[in-house]
């Protein structure tokens, strides 16, 4: 049987997941959340994005047999090279489903490749602690389109983030990095009520579906998500 491997995304601890690793245990289907160092029950463990792919490596080898990681924003960066650092016999086991994600490019950070927006939050850094990006505020929130983060949902958001380590955004990706590691083409879920854009190597070498949700669909359409996974894990 498939097991899925869930990795949140940027502030978020593993605990988000659980709506979701609920209607997939239903299904039939084991999944397990990853807590990222740094995040979550772990927010007090300093973090690099090197961490965070040992994070997800470690995850995979406690599962017993077929994986499908699915990654949330930020996570698709560890998530993939995490992918790429696996045995060859390990990444033939391995399905992908990247969901709303950054992808790594080799040699380069997040931060790198965010214009303008890594300034931003850089500075936002600075008038915080330095060390973390403070969790988004709901004006911030909202350049992130049509994210339904309201009332009860947004009070769900804010109960499971905590600031994100400056860090794994700063930090450059393996340059040894490439998409042929995968054995499996990734799956790249565009978020339809989302701001962020499919990237080009996604349209190029990956399987692309679309969700009519925004950028927190495991908060804000758990069925629809949990459907997408099992079609995805047979």
């Not at 690099?48 to 996570?75: F, I, K, M």
């Amino acid at each position: 049987m498939t097991e899925a491997v869930l990795v949140p995304g940027s502030f978020l601890a593993a605990k988000v997941w659980e709506p979701v690793q609920g209607l997939l245990t239903a299904r039939g289907i084991h999944a397990s959340a990853v807590e990222l160092t740094g995040l979550g029950d772990r927010h007090s463990e300093e973090a690099t994005l090197d961490a965070h792919v040992r994070d997800v490596v470690e995850a995979l080898e406690a599962t017993q047999g077929p994986s499908l990681l699915v990654a949330h924003s930020y996570a698709g960066v560890p998530t993939a090279l995490a992918v790429a650092r696996l045995p060859q016999k390990s990444r033939e086991t391995v399905s992908t489903i990247l969901l709303g994600a950054n992808l790594p490019v080799a040699g380069r950070s997040i931060f790198d490749d965010f214009g303008r927006g890594a300034a931003y939050l850089r500075k936002l850094s600075l008038k915080f602690d330095g060390v973390a990006i403070p969790v988004l505020t709901r004006t911030q929130l909202d350049r992130w389109g049509d994210h339904g983060l309201n009332g009860d949902l947004l009070a769900q958001f804010k109960a499971v983030t905590s600031p994100h380590p400056i860090a794994t955004y700063e930090d450059k990706a393996d340059p040894s990095f490439s998409w042929d590691a995968f054995v499996t083409p990734p799956t790249f879920v565009d978020l339809r009520r989302d701001t962020v854009k499919v990237p080009p190597i996604a349209l190029e070498l990956m399987d692309v579906v679309s969700l009519d949700a925004g950028h927190w669909p495991m908060i804000t359409a758990p069925h629809q998500l949990a459907n997408l996974i099992v079609e995805r894990s047979r």
